[in-house]
């Protein structure tokens, strides 16, 4: 069993910064590919950034390409997502997500853990 747990989210205002982390235990975390998605109310859960199993291959929404990053530390078996410029339209709750495989993948349901998600909230 897989369990990964998120943290940093929080309440800032527009034009600061957060970073998110996620720590995975349970499994071997340096094979699998890493997600983090967001979702509102009323909306569907949306791909924010994924990352492949060594970090060499990245991808990005593009409503955040340019703003967030998203990277790992595979000794720590923990996935970071540092998302600068945040605005308004970034209030979301941010859940991190692990695949059975190694590369990239945008679909929901190419991922098979997920964590319990946390709150980012951007003020205007």
């Known amino acids: 069993q897989v369990q990964l747990v998120e943290s940093g989210g929080g309440l800032v205002q527009a034009g600061n910064s957060l970073r998110l982390s996620c720590a995975a235990s349970g499994r071997t975390f340096s094979s699998a590919a890493m997600g983090w998605f967001r979702q509102v109310p009323g909306k569907e859960r949306e791909c924010v950034a994924v990352?492949?199993?060594?970090?060499?291959?990245?991808y990005y929404a593009d409503s955040v390409k340019g703003r967030f990053t998203i990277s790992r530390d595979n000794a720590k078996s923990t996935v970071y997502l540092q998302m600068n410029s945040l605005e308004p339209e970034d209030t979301a709750v941010y859940y991190c997500a692990a695949r059975d495989w190694p590369t990239l993948a945008t679909r929901e349901t190419a991922y098979s853990y997920w964590g319990q998600g946390t709150q980012v909230t951007v003020t205007s």
């Open positions: 990352i492949n199993w060594a970090g060499g291959s990245t």
